[in-house]
């Protein structure tokens, strides 16, 4: 992670070094609503979107916001088939005594 905005109801963790303006000011509108879950999370290809920044994840409780749904779905990302398979990634994270959950966070 790169830093946080937390002058919001929610924070906004950051994995994106530069956010043009109209996309900082959806992300704070965002931020600022009672349903979201946690915090935002702004990868590095978010811009503004229709309704709400393209390249953010949205979690939220009670609530679906259907314009934060399917704008611009998968600008920039890849979907790569990696040579591991899950019993392999099971015993490279029990050998280190860790679990899936740590696993992620050190991706994270």
């Given at each position: 992670?790169?830093?946080?905005?937390?002058?919001?109801?929610?924070?906004?963790?950051?994995?994106?070094?530069?956010?043009?303006?109209?996309?900082?000011?959806?992300?704070?509108?965002?931020?600022?609503?009672?349903?979201?879950?946690?915090?935002?999370?702004v990868?590095?290809?978010?811009?503004?979107?229709?309704?709400?920044?393209?390249?953010?994840?949205?979690?939220?409780?009670?609530?679906?916001?259907?314009?934060?749904?399917?704008?611009?779905?998968?600008?920039?990302m890849?979907?790569?088939?990696?040579?591991?398979?899950?019993?392999e990634?099971?015993?490279?994270v029990s050998?280190?005594?860790?679990?899936?959950?740590?696993?992620?966070?050190?991706?994270?």
């Open positions: 992670m790169l830093g946080v905005i937390g002058e919001n109801k929610f924070p906004i963790k950051l994995w994106a070094n530069d956010i043009e303006e109209e996309a900082r000011k959806q992300l704070n509108d965002l931020a600022n609503m009672p349903f979201i879950f946690k915090w935002l999370a990868m590095p290809d978010c811009h503004a979107g229709k309704g709400s920044t393209v390249g953010t994840v949205i979690a939220t409780k009670g609530a679906v916001i259907p314009a934060a749904i399917g704008v611009d779905i998968g600008c920039s890849t979907a790569i088939k990696l040579n591991f398979s899950i019993d990634i099971l015993n490279i050998k280190r005594k860790e679990t899936l959950e740590d696993l992620r966070l050190r991706i994270e």
